[in-house]
């Protein structure tokens, strides 16, 4: 089976990688240099923990539930930390779960997902971390469009619309723009990038058409989940949910 080594070549790699993101975000004055760094080693120590966790809990129907639920709640937290603060941002749940769960209970309900941990987990943390960004995104855009147009809200108020409708006016346009990264990737998959899912199928030794089915399902059911977080992101940000600037 091909696959990336574990070796100190591999981790020497991993290293210089992380320390040349960082030194060309400080050099570039991005102002991310230590988070790059900050972030390479969370992922080293995250990754190194759950690959632990993952081979106890796969075999266990409530260790894999309860793994889910963690992957859940740190989605919600760090989406919603991203549009507000304070206890608003746990509003970011409503989304994620909402974009999650019902994809989540097809895929599995018509047996197009098996009713196993090893695939059960991957893919409920495939469509939370695409509704994490798709939330993150639409409700920080909706939140700054509306900040920065707050004039032209106060105006279709004085027309009479109603506060939800302004809003959603202003800030749908630029929060729908949250979708944007997801249909790019799902467009050009094949031509321009080939997603985790095939790739890591394709080191596991699968076929590439068994890969290629795969990565077809997961990207389809990421967009619709996604589609569904972006819609339900806005509808909160125009009813003030997350911020008083939404108000």
């Known amino acids: 089976m091909s696959t990336i080594a574990l070796s100190p070549a591999t981790a020497a790699v991993v290293v210089a990688l992380a320390l040349a993101g960082a030194a060309v975000a400080l050099l570039g004055r991005l102002g991310h240099g230590r988070a790059v760094l900050t972030a390479c080693l969370r992922a080293a120590a995250q990754l190194g923990a759950v690959s632990l966790v993952i081979v106890w809990a796969v075999e266990r129907p409530a260790a894999a539930a309860a793994f889910v639920l963690v992957m859940y709640g740190v989605a919600s937290l760090t989406a919603g930390r991203r549009i507000t603060s304070?206890?608003?941002?746990?509003?970011?749940?409503?989304p994620i779960g909402t974009g999650t769960l019902p994809v989540f209970l097809l895929l599995t309900g018509t047996g197009t997902v098996p009713p196993e941990g090893i695939a059960l987990i991957p893919v409920a943390g495939i469509l939370l971390g695409g509704c994490l960004?798709?939330?993150?995104?639409?409700g920080r855009r909706a939140v700054d469009e509306l900040t920065q147009r707050r004039?032209?809200?106060e105006a279709a108020l004085s027309l009479g619309f109603s506060g939800r409708d302004a809003a959603l006016e202003i800030c749908r346009p630029a929060a729908a723009q949250a979708l944007v990264p997801a249909l790019d990737q799902t467009r050009t998959?094949?031509?321009?990038?080939?997603p985790g899912a095939f790739v890591g199928m394709l080191l596991g030794g699968a076929d590439p058409l068994h890969a290629g089915v795969v990565q077809l399902v997961v990207l389809?059911?990421?967009?619709?989940?996604?589609?569904?977080a972006v819609l339900v992101t806005v509808e909160l940000v125009a009813r003030g949910r997350f911020s008083p600037a939404a108000r």
């Open 86 to 94: 304070g206890a608003t941002a746990w509003w970011a749940a409503v």
């Open 133 to 138: 960004t798709a939330t993150a995104l639409a």
């Open 151 to 153: 004039g032209e809200v």
């Open 189 to 194: 998959v094949g031509l321009v990038t080939l």
């Open 220 to 228: 389809v059911a990421l967009l619709a989940a996604e589609a569904v």
